[in-house]
T-cell receptor
Framework: DTGVSQNPRHKITKRGQNVTFRCDPI?????LYWYRQTLGQGPEFLTY????????KSRLLSDRFSAERPKGSFSTLEIQRTEQGDSAMYLC??????????FGDGTRLSIL | QQPVQSPQAVILREGEDAVINCSSS?????VHWYRQKHGEAPVFLMI?????EQKGHDKISASFNEKKQQSSLYLTASQLSYSGTYFC??????????FGKGTSLLVTP
């Protein structure tokens, strides 16, 4: 069990640029989740996949946010035309069905 | 949908006990407790499903009152390593967790 891996750990970009984050879940986990966490707050649910199917995406923050999990393994979260308010920690978690979600260390996004 | 946690912050001396509460206005499928240290990922502590079952390991336990939609996390004989921010995550269905704002716990020598 190598844990949930996220890359990059830090991303600094200029406003208006597109960014993409990668998440590699625990290998036997079929569910993958994306959360956003801002300072002083708990994680905020964005979307989740069961295998390759994205079963909930209504809570993505805007149409600038999109996620994929093409082969049911790793996932990517893309933010287009980044804004200052997108600065946050983006966390990925995975689980085996309804079992507990295990989080990665996150990608910290800073918008200049 | 965000659960309400109390207290917001607690300072303990090593060996003292603490209780952290989490309440929801909606019927819950499950409650998940996590601890997060600064700059690190949230670490899973325990999950409670409908049924009021109390779970625990070592000196950390939790309960879930389904009638009141409230959960409590009990930390006994606290250790320095217990310091961090504790979050409850509530699930209305089987997947999305709604997290509270967290309870900051500091254990001092």
């Amino acid at each position: 069990d190598t844990g949930v891996s996220q890359n990059p750990r830090h991303k600094i970009t200029k406003r208006g640029q597109n960014v993409t984050f990668r998440c590699d879940p625990i290998s036997e986990h079929n569910r993958l989740y994306w959360y956003r966490q801002t300072l002083g707050q708990g994680p905020e649910f964005l979307t989740y996949f069961q295998n390759e199917a994205q079963l909930e995406k209504s809570r993505l923050l805007s149409d600038r946010f999109s996620a994929e999990r093409p082969k049911g393994s790793f996932s990517t979260l893309e933010i287009q035309r980044t804004e200052q308010g997108d600065s946050a920690m983006y966390l990925c978690a995975s689980s085996l069905g309804d079992h507990p979600q295990h989080f990665g260390d996150g990608t910290r996004l800073s918008i200049l | 949908q965000q659960p309400v946690q109390s207290p917001q912050a607690v300072i303990l001396r090593e060996g003292e006990d603490a209780v952290i509460n989490c309440s929801s206005s909606k019927a819950l499928y499950s409650v998940h407790w996590y601890r997060q240290k600064h700059g690190e990922a949230p670490v899973f502590l325990m999950i409670l499903l409908k049924g009021g079952e109390q779970k625990g390991h070592d000196k950390i336990s939790a309960s879930f009152n389904e009638k009141k939609q409230q959960s409590s996390l009990y930390l006994t004989a606290s250790q320095l390593s217990y310091s961090g921010t504790y979050f409850c995550g509530t699930a209305l269905t089987g997947y999305a967790l709604n997290f509270g704002k967290g309870t900051s716990l500091l254990v001092t020598p």
